[in-house]
């Protein structure tokens, strides 16, 4: 249908968004279709695009430290459809990302890190799995170091595009609550028996959980530590964010959270960012 992933980076602020193919097909008629609020992710469409062969999407919870992968993109802008091979480095990277004018600043969480090589005008090209599924989108990389690049998993944005694929518009899912991720130390500093997960809090002006929230409807409460999505343990397939933008706007999911030091289930419908 001529729908295309991308950065948000890459196409905000554009007045007028092209997009040129492989075979040097190139189209100017490009609309953007939504920014995600949480991410620097985007998707654009050529309109009245006939005979285009999608790509798939792969599974970035199962990716893997020593994963080989191949990156694709438009290598400093100048040398389109550059093809580089790497392994996974590492998963869960949390960075700061800013743009070539160092005028906007991103802060990116869950992400992989990768050392294909990643350069100035890759952004919003696929990472790729031996399989030649898409497992990531390439978003950034280290200016002060070598082969040391990162792309956004696509399993935490397949939720906005199920969404828009189905006509539903370009909306991302959330459960409504703030937390922090739990980490073995910071355990260890509050004495909890939980390790891993997302510790529901609130912040000095923030309440943790957001009223008439799909979590706030479902009942949640400050304290409760959620571990798994659909029974998905968070940290090791990613962190809470990640697995929920998997689902769409409406979906139903089953959390596990530790109440009490006790386990529990609890279901709640997904509502749209606001």
Not at 41 to 50: D, Q
């Amino acid at each position: 249908d001529g729908y295309i992933a991308t950065n948000k980076h890459v196409v905000s602020g554009a007045n007028k968004i092209g997009v040129l193919l492989d075979d040097g097909t190139a189209f100017e008629d490009v609309e953007l279709i939504g920014t995600d609020p949480l991410n620097d992710f985007a998707i654009i469409k050529i309109k009245n695009a006939k005979d285009l062969t999608p790509i798939k999407l792969g599974d970035s919870k199962t990716i893997t430290a020593g994963q080989q992968v191949i990156a694709i993109g438009n290598a400093l802008g100048a040398y389109q459809n550059s093809v580089t091979s790497g392994i996974i480095s590492g998963k869960g990277r949390s960075l700061t990302a800013t743009d070539s004018s160092r005028t906007q600043y991103e802060t990116l969480s869950d992400m992989i890190q990768t050392d294909a090589a990643i350069n100035g005008g890759n952004s919003g090209g696929p990472l790729l799995n031996a399989a030649g599924e898409v497992i990531g989108i390439n978003t950034a990389y280290a200016s002060q170091g070598n082969n040391v690049g990162f792309a956004i998993p696509i399993s935490s944005v397949k939720g906005i595009i199920n969404s828009v694929l189905n006509g539903r518009g370009f909306e991302r899912a959330v459960i409504g609550v703030r937390y922090v991720n739990l980490t073995p130390s910071i355990a260890k500093e509050k004495k909890l028996d939980v390790t891993h997960g997302a510790l529901i809090s609130s912040s000095k002006n923030n309440s943790a959980i957001i009223p008439d929230s799909a979590g706030d409807k479902a009942g949640l409460k400050e304290n409760d530590i959620i571990t798994a999505v659909n029974g998905v343990e968070i940290g090791v397939a990613g962190s809470l964010s990640s697995l929920i933008g998997e689902y769409s706007v409406g979906d139903t999911v089953e959390l596990t959270i530790v109440r009490n030091n006790k386990t529990e289930n609890i279901k709640l419908t997904l509502a749209a960012y606001k």
